[in-house]
């Protein structure tokens, strides 16, 4: 399984969350809701290939510890619902573990390239990567209708953003948060600083010139120590660093005055 085929659901009336994490104890690779249940994703990755059928073995091994960890997760995403369970398919059908092997080498593959093992009272299918678009084609997709798979993935995502806004906790990183965090901020600081270089370059005095790079090298480096504003203070001190750099090669390479 690749990020592909975690887009593709989006398409088939599934909603995700990727790196869901409510509690201090998980760190769950990926949550899908959808016409299939709830299932509950762990992601495996080995340079050899994964023989799921093996019952001994680091590999082997690696397998039982994911299934014991997937159905750990899966058993503290049930208890969150709550009450929404109400009106919802019986724990055993709604709720699906899966654990997904993916490697470099060619898997060993004996039988459809999937296979349930049990945990508890757990029922845990793990899958080869490359076979997990089709086994999840396999699934009965009547289970949840559209207005359960909203009301599961709205309470799930209030659970989350309950426990990203304890002090301290780190915000998921959605596609719109790292837009805002690694290319918003730094722009509107590269902005900012655009616009104090004009200034600057505008007096053509060589000592304002340098007595404002270092008080702006000087903010830039306080800023950055200072996690809100960082990445704004980054495109502030790239902005700095640039023009200073292109100033050395005009000076020294052509002869400019400043």
């Not at 086994?135 to 599961?152: H, K, P």
């Amino acid at each position: 399984m690749d990020r592909r085929d975690i887009r593709r659901l989006r398409h088939r009336g599934w909603r995700l969350i990727n790196g869901l994490k409510f509690v201090d104890q998980s760190d769950i690779d990926h949550v899908a809701i959808g016409p299939a249940g709830l299932l509950v994703v762990e992601t495996k990755w080995s340079a050899d290939g994964w023989d799921i059928s093996a019952v001994k073995g680091f590999l082997a091994q690696r397998v039982q510890e994911a299934v014991a960890q997937v159905s750990r997760d899966t058993k503290q995403i049930h208890g969150s619902l709550g009450e929404i369970r109400q009106g919802t398919p019986p724990r055993s059908t709604l709720m699906r573990p899966v654990v997904v092997v993916h490697s470099a080498a060619a898997p060993v593959i004996s039988g459809p390239g999937w296979k349930e093992y049990s945990y508890e009272d757990w029922r845990v299918m793990v899958v080869h990567a490359s076979h997990f678009r089709k086994w999840l084609e396999a699934l009965d997709d009547d289970l949840l209708s559209e207005t359960e798979i909203i009301r599961l993935w709205n309470t799930l995502d209030k659970k989350v953003r309950g426990y990203e806004s304890r002090p301290g906790r780190a915000p998921r990183r959605t596609f719109a948060r790292l837009v805002y965090e690694w290319l918003a901020k730094p722009c509107l600081g590269a902005a900012m600083a655009l616009w104090a270089v004009q200034g600057v370059v505008a007096e053509h005095q060589l000592l304002l010139e340098l007595f404002s790079w270092c008080v702006a090298m000087l903010a830039a480096v306080a800023a950055l120590r200072v996690k809100s504003i960082r990445h704004v203070a980054t495109g502030y001190a790239t902005v700095w660093l640039l023009y200073l750099l292109s100033a050395l090669v005009l000076v020294l390479a052509f002869g400019w005055k400043l």
